[in-house]
């Protein structure tokens, strides 16, 4: 059985999704600890970790969603980029729309958004050639 090229990106995917869940549901509410570091990080993990794995899906989706004429856009081409300026868009646009309701708008959030988009910069830059041509 031949590994498909997509199964590297939806496994990023899958684990920062499951970093996130962990994070949000269990860690965060359980956490008792007087630990200021551990306190930050832990209330700016549920958006670093979207941040990489949002990415990590629509560079698999981007090429589904355009057919094979818009194959040579700038859209299609710069996938990552892409997808990442859509992940950062929504996210960073979340965060926002939280100050007219009753969540907490918090710039370390914006800040941690930010490091998770070139942390996932990163990922695609060092990852093999072939893991980039689906």
């Not at 200021?36 to 949002?54: M, T």
């Not at 990552?80 to 100050?99: K, P, Y």
């Amino acid at each position: 059985m031949k590994f498909k090229l997509e199964y590297y990106w939806f496994l990023i995917f899958a684990l920062c999704f499951t970093a996130f869940n962990q994070i949000q549901d269990n860690f965060r509410p359980n956490y008792s600890g007087d630990d200021l570091i551990i306190k930050y990080l832990l209330g700016v993990a549920p958006n670093f970790f979207p941040a990489i794995g949002i990415p990590a899906l629509f560079v698999v989706i981007i090429p589904y969603l355009l057919n094979k004429k818009n194959s040579d856009s700038w859209f299609y081409k710069k996938r990552h980029l892409s997808a990442n300026l859509i992940s950062i868009i929504g996210l960073v646009g979340w965060e926002f729309a939280q100050m007219s309701g009753k969540l907490r708008f918090d710039w370390n959030d914006i800040l941690w958004t930010f490091i998770g988009a070139l942390l996932f910069q990163f990922i695609w830059l060092f990852s093999p050639q072939k893991y980039k041509e689906l």
